[in-house]
């Protein structure tokens, strides 16, 4: 067994970063490439992986301190020290010194004449900007463009950001100019010397020497011997929030970043437990266990909204407590959510169902034969599926970032069942392409389901509008809350007789509440006049729903 120090490696120029969070403790045993720090500078969080493996003797840093390319992090005992890639033969340490002093002459002889051209370079010319030095030759990946074709950018300006599982970093431009064309799009993997922008760049003087061909053709002969440009350098460190995501202030790094991708995990709703509240792995898999364990989330107020302060009700009389069953507290806090996040608007209207229940009386004799109760529900699925076809803006939802509109070809429609369990919505589909009879059946076969809590999640899933009827619960209207991300809702209430003037006198019809509540982001008064008006005609004319 042999000691190995392990140093900090090139970190692409970002001197004096910080250690904001050490992942190894002394007796731990580490494996190759496994993170042992995480340095951050003004620019840029990176995570350092080991190159060695072995157990930890002791730590040579501090949470606090700053560290440049070569200072030492830690001591660990490796089972072989021959693999210390420190002792350099003593031949390849003579054939670094000799490109060394044959380093200036080479650049002398390269630069003079590149000088020729500087007076001729025009007044604007096109240059690409490329990756800089990353400090790896693996790939990485292009998470975000900052710039567009057409915009000017000074130097220094970030042009992409791109993470690995170690590093996130932005590139910056290393000259001034236009954007006049992007070589890379996000998603892309790229590695150092990839071309990502062409810029126009006006008297770029400096530039032309940079770009001219004799220096590119004399660096690889000086690279072993010649320090890289400050500007190239200091490249990979010019990275703005890297623990943070497109300038949230999520602080997290790019390897928790990378496994909450892989999850599908939304960073904002997981709480950061380690250092200056930075999100860590161990956070992220406590996230995931409590989201299996099915712990419903808090409802008792919403984002910015003062909470219902605590009362002690036994203060004034007798209490009893009972907890929430877990369909309860899902309930409430789907309710709460969807009040707060939809813009609601409600339009109430009467429907004319007396020639349709004249109707339902005449098929009793028939349903008796098919075993199926034609109860008014078949026909409001059946009306309403009309209605959507016609009306397709009732059947879309909004993208979750609210750009785009999703319009859906089927026609699946929601029913709120009251259970002893709680509230269910059961998904009845293709429903414009089924009987009143098909209908008549489904609707108690699914509603059994429900009440027997027998339903399967995927039958609760995929509609694109809903009907809640209180039946003959009784009242004479109410407010739906939308059920998002479907943009309509449909309240049914008690039937009853009422008068209703034919134009000659008043006659006794029976008329159906009706209360239409809708997402105004998507649905304006002039889209929801139109649904309900042809809702409200097709149930007090049924024989248009045939046409």
Same mark, same amino acid.
């Given at each position: ?20 969070? @050490? ?6 045993? #580490? ?6 720090? *995480? ?34 992090? @830690? ?63 693996? /790939? ?65 003087? !400096?530039? !032309? ?15 072993? /011997?010649?320090?890289?440009?400050? !500007? !190239? ?19 997290? %790094? ?13 960073? =904002? ?30 409802? &008792?107020? %919403? ?41 609601? *608007? ?8 007396? =020639?349709?229940?004249?109707? $339902? ?9 098919? %075993?199926?109760?034609?109860?008014? @529900? ?6 309403? /599926? ?24 089927? #026609?699946?429609? +929601?029913?709120? *069942?009251?259970?002893?369990? +709680? ?5 009845? $589909? ?38 809640? &009827?209180? +039946? ?24 009853? #007789? ?13 008329? @159906? ?23 409200? %005609?097709?149930?007090? =004319? #049924? ?5």
């Amino acid at each position: 067994m042999a000691k190995q120090q392990i140093v900090v490696p090139d970190i692409g120029g970002a001197e004096g970063a910080e250690v904001i969070e @050490l992942l190894v403790a002394v007796g731990d045993v #580490i494996a190759l490439e496994q993170s042992l720090l *995480v340095l951050e500078s003004d620019k840029a969080s990176m995570e350092i992986p080991s190159s060695h493996e072995g157990t930890v003797l002791e730590v040579l840093t501090e949470v606090g301190k700053e560290l440049s390319e070569g200072d030492p992090i @830690l001591l660990l005992e490796v089972a072989d020290a021959g693999a210390d890639s420190a002792d350099a033969p003593a031949d390849v340490v003579e054939a670094e010194e000799e490109v060394a002093a044959a380093a200036p002459a080479e650049i002398a002889a390269a630069v003079a004449p590149v000088a020729d051209v500087v007076a001729a370079v025009p007044v604007s010319t096109e240059r690409t900007a490329t990756v800089p030095d990353i400090g790896s030759d693996d /790939a990485v990946e292009v998470i975000e463009l900052s710039v567009s074709v057409g915009d000017v950018v000074a130097e220094g300006d970030s042009l992409v950001v791109l993470e690995s599982d170690k590093a996130s970093m932005e590139v910056p431009a290393d000259f001034a100019g236009e954007i006049l064309q992007i070589l890379a799009k996000e998603g892309d993997s790229v590695k150092q010397g990839d071309d990502l922008m062409v810029l126009k760049v006006e008297a770029p003087a !400096a530039a !032309a020497v940079a770009s001219a061909p004799a220096v590119k053709e004399a660096a690889p002969a000086t690279a072993a /011997a010649v320090p890289a440009p400050a !500007a !190239a350098k200091a490249e990979p460190a010019a990275v703005s929030t890297a623990g943070k995501s497109g300038g949230s202030s999520i602080y997290a %790094g790019p390897a928790v970043r990378k496994m909450a991708r892989e999850f599908g995990l939304d960073l =904002d709703k997981v709480g950061g437990t380690g250092p200056r509240g930075r999100v860590v792995k161990e956070d992220l898999h406590d996230f995931v266990k409590k989201s299996l364990s099915g712990a419903a989330p808090k409802v &008792s107020s %919403g984002s910015g909204i003062p909470p219902i302060p605590e009362v002690d009700f036994s203060a004034f009389g007798p209490v009893e407590s009972e907890p929430l069953s877990r369909m309860s507290k899902l309930t409430a806090a789907n309710m709460q959510r969807n009040w707060l996040n939809v813009p609601h *608007v409600t339009q109430f209207d009467d429907a004319d169902i007396t =020639d349709l229940e004249a109707f $339902r009386a005449d098929m009793k004799a028939e349903g008796e034969k098919r %075993g199926v109760k034609l109860t008014p @529900l078949p026909f409001m699925l059946k009306a309403c /599926a009309v209605a959507l076809r016609d009306n397709p803006k009732f059947r879309s939802s909004l993208t979750a970032d609210g750009q785009e509109l999703v319009c859906k070809q089927y #026609i699946h429609i +929601g029913m709120a *069942v009251d259970t002893p369990a +709680g509230l269910l919505v059961p998904v009845i $589909r293709d429903v414009d392409k089924k009987t009143v009879w098909e209908l008549a059946e489904e609707v108690v076969t699914i509603a059994g389901k429900a009440r027997d809590r027998k339903l399967k999640p995927v039958e609760m899933q995929g509609a694109c509008f809903t009907i809640s &009827s209180l +039946g003959n619960i009784g009242g004479t209207g109410f407010t739906p809350i939308v059920n998002a991300p479907e943009v309509g809702i449909l309240g049914v209430s008690k039937a009853s #007789i009422q008068p209703v003037w034919d134009g000659k006198e008043f006659q006794p019809r029976k008329m @159906l509440p009706l209360a239409l509540s809708y997402d105004h982001r998507v649905v304006n008064g002039g889209d929801a006049g139109r649904f309900f008006t042809q809702l409200v %005609g097709l149930l007090s =004319d #049924i024989r248009k729903l045939i046409l």
